[in-house]
């Protein structure tokens, strides 16, 4: 049975509520009538126009910051594509009609983004309320204390912001030292045949969500293998980027003496249980064998690696996944694939930061990779890999860090 049709610009007309729409450069799309109520204004001096040309701080008063807060804010939410709540503001209005006289005014916003197919942020929905006349109610028969309790309410906005930027800036001196780590731990090339072989690691934008994410690659001279490997550990920051060092470490030594990726992967399981932040670690590895144009793999709840044949066709290796690192209650062997290739086929392994986006089924980040990779097929390992990052890379960046590792077979 289907419902009725629903109009949604009139509902959003109607919404109690005071509503805009900003473009990601702050330009108002749309506002309602709550909207232009309460701030004094019509839909003329609104729509099409710079949030703050309409509405910039007021010049007479030295100590104002509305401007600045409101701007990082949406910017912060642009680059992330996580809302947020606004601690309360004090942002003065000019007077409709009235230059230069400006009315004292205070604001609880939240700022939302919306996020478009490919998961970057296409709008942002920013919603005020004034609480202006509850703060002048709360001292009715007294104005001097109105005007007390309004100043000691903007004083503690001024301290809860500037405890804010000292979290701010104390989250990007450890983001800047998690990922000077991450760089020391992560291999540098150093196969035979790398000209083969790229990889990259962009971290989140704007975000601590990095230094959880690595990759590996291992020439095995005895037998002429190849194992390359990827992970995610949860988490981020220091911690992540230490417990990403230990098991990329252990990985690439167990890869060194077991018989397959499989088993490679049973030792880093064992391992994984006795390192703090290891739980739910997720990787895959491959081992490459050219003799006979064979690759042999086995997943810990990692994403497929994908395998491009010199026609196009994609493949994601996914008949051997389990579970991530330490997930069961009880240690259990884990299983393992083998498939042929074709020379010239091109095999990618990545982590999850480049096809997953919020609200969005994985198997779209999955097509979109496909459809990127039989693109840029004939193009050399690194080309490529930087193709598929312009691709897969939304414009307002990762909100997840991502490695990735591309190899010419």
Not at 14 to 33: I, K, R
């Amino acid at each position: 049975m289907s419902g009725p049709v629903i109009d949604y610009r009139a509902v959003f007309q109607a919404l109690p509520g005071a509503v805009a729409l900003l473009t990601p450069d702050l330009v108002f799309v749309e506002v309602n009538e709550a909207y232009l109520s309460l701030s004094g204004r019509d839909r003329a001096q609104v729509v099409g126009r710079f949030l703050f040309d309409v509405f910039p701080d007021n010049p007479g008063d030295p100590a104002a910051s509305g401007v600045r807060n409101l701007h990082a804010s949406l910017r912060r939410v642009t680059a992330t594509g996580v809302r947020d709540t606004m601690s309360l503001q004090r942002y003065d209005v000019e007077v409709p009609g009235r230059p230069g006289e400006w009315q004292e005014r205070y604001w609880s916003p939240v700022n939302v983004p919306v996020l478009g197919p490919d998961g970057e942020v296409v709008l942002l929905v920013h919603r005020v309320e004034e609480v202006t006349e509850l703060i002048r109610a709360r001292g009715i028969r007294d104005s001097g204390r109105a005007r007390a309790l309004g100043a000691e309410l903007y004083s503690r906005a001024r301290e809860l912001q500037d405890v804010n930027e000292r979290l701010r800036r104390a989250h990007a001196r450890e983001r800047e030292v998690a990922l000077h780590l991450q760089a020391a731990m992560l291999p540098a090339l150093s196969l035979p045949d790398h000209h083969r072989a790229a990889v990259r690691y962009r971290p989140a934008a704007g975000a601590l969500n990095v230094c959880g994410d690595w990759y590996d690659l291992v020439d095995l001279p005895d037998d002429g293998r190849t194992a390359v490997a990827v992970g995610d550990v949860v988490g981020h920051g220091l911690r992540a980027a230490g417990v990403m060092g230990q098991l990329r470490s252990a990985l690439s030594a167990a890869s060194r003496v077991a018989a397959g990726p499989a088993q490679a992967l049973e030792v880093l399981d064992r391992y994984a249980r006795s390192v703090d932040g290891a739980e739910n670690t997720t990787a895959v590895s491959v081992f490459i064998d050219r003799s006979d144009r064979t690759l042999a793999y086995s997943s810990a709840g990692h994403p497929p690696p994908a395998l491009c044949g010199p026609d196009g066709t994609v493949a994601f290796l996914d008949r051997a996944t389990d579970p991530p690192l330490g997930a069961r209650p009880e240690f259990a062997g884990r299983p393992q694939a083998r498939t042929a290739f074709a020379e010239g086929s091109v095999l990618v392994l990545y982590t999850d930061g480049l096809v997953e986006r919020r609200r969005e089924d994985i198997d779209v980040g999955l097509g979109r990779l496909a459809r990127s990779l039989a693109r840029h097929r004939r193009a050399g390992p690194g080309p490529l890999a930087d193709a598929l990052l312009a691709d897969l890379v939304p414009p307002a960046g990762l909100t997840d860090d991502t490695a990735l590792v591309v190899l010419r077979l």
